[in-house]
């Protein structure tokens, strides 16, 4: 349940998704349907890293990634319906490592899963071949409650780059990609308390109580205003958060505002003189102009409390177990505290939208420019195409001397198809 207004926080990203063909019915009778999507997606990705080979053993590579996925879905009647995906992924590779993640986005072991249900088919020193069973859920919508239990894609916040409250299976803010979020095993219910207010309930489970996620959130909305408090335990850390956003006419705001508070003292050194404290934030707004089909403008500002205080703090804090356990599963989208992204999309013609999107650190002033097209061949088929173009302060040895001085010079090519 969100306001107008908070359904147009993701308004920019519409260029950086095709759309995908709807899924086809394989059997219907009455109310109850049986529908199935596949989708193939081929991606190269080719990099030029800087002159570092403390850091990077090959300064030219290259990667692809093919993508096989099978999204099933099913409808018993009005109350039940049944969702499931499998997926095949092929990562073929010779190319300098990316230190904050990248337009592929990272192959880190899922989070949140009771058992990965991810498996090797084949692999080697270059190459990995893998299968997974991404979705595997059944939800129940009994009028005012809905309950979904089993493997499924869930995301808390109002943040289009970057997310304060996103729990779960948070994106990396370059990644090119973004329409499977990585599903968890979770207990989510939610209750319609009146036409305005609603309540939600989650339970993400991992191996142990210490690598699960207990939540709780509460959410309204007045005309164009919605607001939520969130409140729960992940992982190891306490969380207490809310968010907001506000549509006026053409114009869209939203932010975040979570404290952790972290069972032993965080590896980053914590904040307000607390070793297990730490905030995130995120401040954001949008606007339409009225120029050709319409020119959509973004603009978010992040600070987490989980990150380096400094770049030349970043290397080390990779090598920290803690530290990486916490990047890896999304619990900070930046090695630095620091993050802007600014992003401009419009759409050309039926067939062709191109945007341009700005991360960089406001600390060190680094960043990284990513001008992009979509073109839509068809209802079922599109062609993404992107640069990535960093700026700032290159590494010295093993010394990075700002966040995005060490990413790569790369170039993205993704073909999607849809059946």
Excluded: C
């Excluded at 920290?320 to 419009?346: E, K, N, Y």
């Excluded at 999107?357 to 600390?363: A, D, Q």
Aim: glycine share 10%.
């Amino acid at each position: 349940m969100l306001a107008p207004g908070a359904r147009r926080a993701g308004l920019a990203l519409a260029l950086a998704l095709s759309a995908p063909a709807a899924a086809r019915d394989l059997w219907s009778e009455g109310e109850s349907v049986l529908s199935l999507r596949t989708s193939l997606k081929g991606a190269a990705l080719v990099q030029r890293a800087p002159d570092a080979p403390l850091l990077f053993t090959e300064r030219e590579g290259a990667t692809s990634l093919w993508r096989l996925r099978l999204d099933a879905g099913a409808r018993a009647g009005p109350r039940a319906t049944f969702a499931l995906a499998y997926e095949q992924r092929l990562r073929v590779e010779s190319a300098p490592s990316v230190l904050s993640g990248g337009p592929l986005g990272g192959d880190a072991p899922p989070s949140y899963r009771l058992e990965p249900l991810d498996w090797p088919l084949s692999q080697g020193a270059s190459f990995a071949w893998r299968h997974e069973l991404d979705r595997a859920s059944a939800a129940l919508h009994l009028g005012r409650l809905e309950v979904t239990l089993g493997r499924q894609a869930i995301g808390w916040g109002r943040g289009v780059f970057f997310g304060a409250v996103d729990l779960f299976a948070p994106f990396s803010p370059l990644e090119a990609d973004r329409e499977w979020r990585r599903g968890v095993d979770a207990v989510r219910a939610e209750v319609r308390l009146s036409d305005r207010i609603s309540a939600e309930a989650v339970a993400a489970l991992g191996a142990s109580a210490r690598s699960s996620v207990l939540a709780a959130r509460i959410r309204g909305h007045a005309g164009e205003v919605d607001a939520e408090l969130v409140a729960g335990w992940r992982a190891t850390d306490l969380v207490l958060g809310a968010t907001s956003s506000a549509a006026m006419g053409d114009a869209e705001v939203h932010g975040e505002l979570a404290v952790f508070r972290a069972e032993d003292p965080l590896p980053s050194g914590g904040a307000w003189g607390n070793p297990r404290l730490a905030p995130k934030a995120v401040a954001g707004g949008s606007y339409r102009f009225a120029l050709g089909r319409g020119l959509a403008v973004l603009a978010e500002y992040h600070y987490s409390g989980l990150g380096a205080r400094r770049p030349e703090e970043m290397v080390p804090l990779l090598s920290d177990p803690a530290f990486r356990a916490r990047f890896l599963r999304g619990d900070t989208q930046l090695l630095g505290r620091h993050g802007a992204a600014v992003l401009a999309s419009i759409e050309l013609t039926n067939e062709l939208s191109t945007q341009l999107l700005g991360l960089f650190s406001p600390r060190d002033g680094s960043g990284v420019a990513s001008p992009a097209a979509v073109w839509t061949l068809s209802d079922a088929a599109s062609v993404h195409l992107a640069l990535y173009l960093p700026w700032g302060a290159g590494p010295d040895g093993l010394l990075l001397r700002s966040e995005h001085g060490a990413t790569p010079l790369s170039g993205f090519l993704q073909l999607r198809i849809y059946d």
